[in-house]
Every structure is written in C-alpha cells, then in structure tokens.
C-alpha cells in the first residue's frame, strides 16, 4: 500500500526565515511525486511535479527535491503571503492516474 | 476558462436525506476524481473516472455513487446521508497519462457538507 507522511504538521516561521517541509513516502514504483498549495477554503493548487531521485523544481521562493525515500520543499526568505498548507502526493506505477495524499504542512509565516 | 466548478459551495443535510454534489470542467480533460478532505486526515479518493461511461471505486467508495455521462460533468451522489459523510469534498480533473508527463490534478474550490 502506497503511504505519504509529511512532517511537521504545522510550521510558524517569521518572514525571511528559511526552512524546510518533509515529506516521506513508500510506494511500489514511483510515477510522479506533485506538491500543492492549499488556502483556506480553496482547492489545492498544483506547484511541482518530479519524477525521479536527484530532481529539483524552483518557483520563486520555493524549491522542491526528490530522494528514493523523500522530498523536501524549501522555503527561503518566506513571506507572510506564502502562508498556507502545502501538500505532497505520490503517483504509482500501478496506479494508473490516481494520487495518495499526505496529510499536509500548515504553514504560517508571520511578518 | 473556468476550470473545475463545483456546486453548491455549502450544504446541510440531515441523516437519511439525499443529494448531489455537482462538478463540471471545461478544459476537456479525460480523467476526473471525487475526494474528500477530513481535518488532520488528508485527502481519500471516492471515485474516479477515465473517460464518459467509465468510472471506478477509489479508498473510500461506500455510501456514494457517480456517474460519466459526458467528458464534462461528474456527479457524486450521497443515497442516505449519515454524519460520517460531513467533510469537505473535491473534485478534479486531469489530461491522460502520457510517457514521460504526469498531468497534475486540478482541482474545484470543494462542497462543504454538514449531516446532522
């Protein structure tokens, strides 16, 4: 059974400190690992997709990377408008399109 | 384009009563997805769908129904509502799998369903 952890559960940080969101998973061939961004109240909103050990995806003050067993989202000089909580999913080999979710980062940057 | 559009946006029900939560896309996508989001639990799969005609149980099929009449539109129906079901519920969509790209999920802003 594919299986997502994400650590912590919730992240208080203070604008311009840098950090890091975990998330570790276990899956019989990985397709795809995606991360999103959740507001309140809104659907989650795709940020990256990788695919394989070593990758690295930026986007502005976010950057994702992937091992065999994990993936780390960096936060660097955060602002209070990247508050959110931030979800990691895996896509199988076996598992044609659908996604296993982790149960998410609640992140709250303080200005 | 609108995207993903679920309707309504809030609903109270009471135990036993029906309903349908509504879901379109515009952006012709092939697969769509019904999930749900309890606190601290994450997002679980309903259903799903990779094309009009087809659908299939995901994690957590019992007590709901769908139906793909059309590329557009994917309803999720709730036979007799039990409090279990209070959550908030998503729907998405996505292209078909291609070598070497994995189509994200694009997801509706959510149903939020009380049962009482």
């Known amino acids: 059974e594919d299986q997502v952890t994400q650590s912590p559960e919730a992240l208080r940080l203070q604008e311009g400190e840098s950090s890091s969101l975990n998330c570790s998973y276990t899956v019989s061939g990985l397709r795809g690992l995606f991360w999103y961004r959740q507001d309140p109240g809104k659907g989650p909103e795709f940020l990256f997709t990788?695919?394989?050990a070593g990758e690295e995806k930026e986007k502005e003050r976010l950057k994702a990377t992937l091992t065999k067993k994990e993936s780390f989202l960096h936060i660097t000089a955060p602002k209070p408008e990247d508050s959110a909580t931030y979800l990691c999913a895996v896509q199988a080999e076996t598992s044609g399109s659908r996604l296993t979710f982790g149960e998410g980062t609640q992140l709250t940057v303080n200005p | 384009n609108a995207g993903v559009t679920q309707t309504p946006k809030f609903r109270i029900l009471k135990i036993g009563q029906s309903m349908t939560l509504q879901c379109t896309q515009d952006?012709?996508?092939?697969?769509m997805y019904w999930y749900r989001q309890d606190p601290g639990m994450g997002l679980k799969l309903i259903y799903y769908s990779v094309g009009a005609g087809i659908t299939d149980k995901g994690e957590v099929p019992n007590g709901y129904n769908v139906s793909r009449s059309t590329t557009e539109d994917f309803p999720l129906r709730l036979e007799l509502a039990a409090p279990s079901q209070t959550s908030v519920y998503f729907c998405?969509?996505?292209?078909?799998?291609?070598?070497?790209?994995?189509?994200?999920?694009?997801f509706g802003n959510g149903t939020r369903l009380t049962v009482t």
């Open positions: 952006m012709n996508h092939n697969y």
């Open positions: 990788l695919y394989s």
């Open positions: 998405a969509s996505s292209r078909a799998i291609q070598v070497g790209y994995n189509s994200p999920l694009h």
